[in-house]
């Protein structure tokens, strides 16, 4: 495609990686792009989303420079940055890393690349979600539910954000926004994907 944009990958309601790990109480959700705030239930996600939707665009994309994360606070713990280096191939610059993301996650929070040929599953899934959020330049959503014994005990949110920068044609960087929480409204798994 032109730009080099590739291929619009389709994300939708989906278990096989469940399923493939013998546990069927493991359930992964996502639309790409999200189609309403109504579907986030975790603070920071809502926060953070409220605010991208607030400021001003240019070019379908609110300005990094109008983003003031002070204004949020203790929620971005829960969040990872990612600054665009290069668009052929899309090259990403991990530039910052929340400390409860890091906990969490195991990451590290020093500044490093994030590129297709990924040396992990983990993080070339977290590519393929960044990717498609500064490429087509929309909020991309997952939401998983972690069970036992039958019963959904934790729900984990990740919201991808995509911002522009003045004299930058597309995306100049994203935020990747977690929140973890216990239980899920199931009721949400109805209303299908992209």
Sequence with gaps: MDGGIPPR????????????????????????????DWILQGAATKALFTDWVSL??????????????????????????????????LVFEVAFVGEECARILGMSRERRLLEAESDSLNTADAYKR???AAAYRH??????????????????????LPYGQDGVEGTAATLSVMSFSSGFDASYWLTGGV
């Design 56 to 89: 001003r665009k240019t070019d379908g994309l609110p300005l990094l420079s109008d983003f003031d994360a002070s204004r949020h606070g203790s929620l971005m713990q829960f969040a990872v940055g990612h600054l665009v280096r290069s668009r052929q191939p």
């Design 9 to 36: 990958p389709v994300f939708a309601a989906r278990s096989d990686a469940a399923q493939s790990a013998g546990d069927g109480r493991y359930v992964l959700f996502e639309q790409a792009p999200l189609t309403g």
């Design 130 to 132: 960044i990717s498609d």
């Design 139 to 160: 909020p991309h959503f997952a939401v998983k539910t972690l069970g036992w014994q039958g019963r959904d005990l934790t729900k984990y949110e990740v919201l991808i």
